[in-house]
């Protein structure tokens, strides 16, 4: 098992800027890609940045050139650099781990409000 706590999210001004902070527990060595999803009411939980054992990235359309994904695979952690933030990056955000079974690992989810 793969445990996932989140931490960082809150509420800032529009142009601003939150770092979260997700730490990972478990079985570590299982874990391939981490990532962030978010959730906003009504809506379906979409992809916004994952960052693969050996580094590489992928994010939404919507966050590119704003959000920075990183990991630190020493002290596995993953994070997430917000910038530039836009109410419509209004959600609750999760971080997730993929193992290589395929298998999913997800946080408890993490608030991030972000007032016009």
Known sequence: QVQLVESGGGLVQAGGSLRLSCAASGIIFRINAMGWYRQAP???RELVAAIARGGSTNYADSVKG???ISRDNAKNMVYLQM????????AVYYCNA???SRHDYWGQGTQVTVSS
């Open 66 to 68: 704003r959000f920075t």
């Open 83 to 90: 910038n530039s933030l836009e109410p419509e990056d209004t």
């Open 42 to 44: 009504g809506k379906q």
């Open 98 to 100: 993929l193992d290589y």
